[in-house]
């Protein structure tokens, strides 16, 4: 019993042992079959990509034609941009200079033109100058007869405005103390704008007198009042807004005065005085006087004429 069931366990294990090794024989088999595929698969791969490679390689070749055939037309095209971007600079400079000619010839005629005009009009000028100087000549031969009346009546003006003066200054001689009296007196008639100086009566607006002390003794120094008075030819005082009354001596005797200015002065042995007096009113053409005093007289005065 116990020999037949070692059998029976021998004769099992061989059964397993024959069913393992059928079991593993059939699953090389089907790995060899598998790799035998796999094999094939990778043959044909491979050869599909060395297809792919030639046809890379042909293609390879053909782009690096084309790309050799299109370097050198592209050089060819730079060579043919450069000599077109020449002839269009020709081209330009050749526009250039002809409408540089164009302007100038245009510039020559339009001054051409121009001084066509301007000799027409210099010679309508000259023509009318000539008829201007005809009537000229005509008006002057009737004028000279009046500039002749004026110049008459001119040098009677100066001749009695002398004799005004030398009446003036007589006076002023007779009255004036010997060592104490005005020298170098000066009258002028200004313009209200910028003091300009002005003979015409409508345009005077201020009164501007001086004149110098010099020599002045020690017993006439000191603090003076001094006055200007401003007359017409007939010693009538001018019209003022706000007149200076006041007393001096003149010759010993009182004497009433309206002043148009005064100041108080301290009188030393030279000095320049000077007055300046804004019209209220506008003067009437003539002879007037302009009469400087103090307190103990007549220092000196000076006639001027407005037209």
Avoid: C
Wanted: net charge positive.
């Amino acid at each position: 019993m116990k020999a037949r069931h070692i059998l029976g366990v021998i004769a099992i294990l061989l059964a397993l042992g024959l069913g393992y090794s059928i079991w593993s024989n059939m699953g090389l088999k089907n790995e060899k079959l598998g790799l035998i595929q796999k094999n094939e698969a990778l043959s044909t791969e491979v050869s599909e990509m060395e297809a792919l490679k030639a046809d890379l390689e042909v293609e390879v070749d053909s782009l690096q034609t084309a790309y050799e055939a299109l370097s050198d037309e592209n050089l060819t095209l730079a060579s043919d941009l450069s000599a077109a971007k020449k002839r269009i600079n020709r081209r330009d400079r050749t526009i250039k200079a002809v409408k540089a000619t164009n302007t100038n010839n245009e510039a020559e005629l339009f001054g051409l033109r121009a001084e066509i005009q301007s000799l027409l009009g210099a010679k309508s000028r000259l023509e009318t100058s000539i008829f201007a100087l005809q009537a000229e000549n005509d008006s002057l031969r009737t004028r000279t007869g009046v500039l002749e009346i004026d110049l008459s009546t001119a040098r009677q003006d100066n001749e009695e405005l002398a004799s005004l003066n030398r009446s003036i200054q007589e006076e002023v001689g007779r009255l004036t103390l010997a060592n104490f009296k005005a020298s170098g007196f000066k009258v002028e008639l200004q313009k209200k704008r910028k003091s300009k100086v002005t003979a015409k009566s409508r345009r005077a607006r201020r009164i501007d007198a001086s004149f110098d002390l010099a020599d002045v003794p020690e017993e006439f120094q000191g603090v003076r009042n001094i006055y200007l008075v401003i007359s017409d030819d007939k010693g009538t005082p001018i019209k003022l807004d706000n007149p200076i009354n006041a007393t001096v001596k003149v010759n010993g005797q009182d004497t009433d005065i309206i002043a148009a200015e005064a100041k108080e002065v301290n009188i030393g042995s030279a000095q320049r005085i000077s007055f300046k007096h804004d019209l209220q009113s506008k003067l009437k053409k003539g002879y007037y006087r302009a009469a400087v005093f103090t307190d103990i007289g007549l220092l000196g005065a000076s006639s001027f004429r407005l037209r």
